[in-house]
């Protein structure tokens, strides 16, 4: 039986019900935006996705959350 590929919006959340990630698929490839949050809804980190390659290698925006 084949997996079901990813296609549209895809969100993960933590346990605590914030966003984790935000990212869309197309049928199963990566395209456009992903963004990453903390636990503590904080901007982590954001990326951008052509063809399932990361086009920004993940700019990562450095923050102290405490």
């Known amino acids: ?18 966003l ?13 935006d992903e963004i990453n949050y903390y636990f503590s809804g904080a901007l982590h980190s954001k990326g951008s996705y052509k063809n399932g390659v990361n086009q920004m290698y993940g700019n990562i925006i450095p923050m102290m959350v405490f």
Request: glycine share 12%.
């Open 1 to 18: 039986m084949e997996r079901r590929k990813k296609h549209g919006k895809f969100e993960q959340f933590f346990q605590n019900g914030q």
């Open 20 to 32: 984790k990630q935000s990212s869309n698929y197309y049928m199963g490839i990566k395209q456009g």
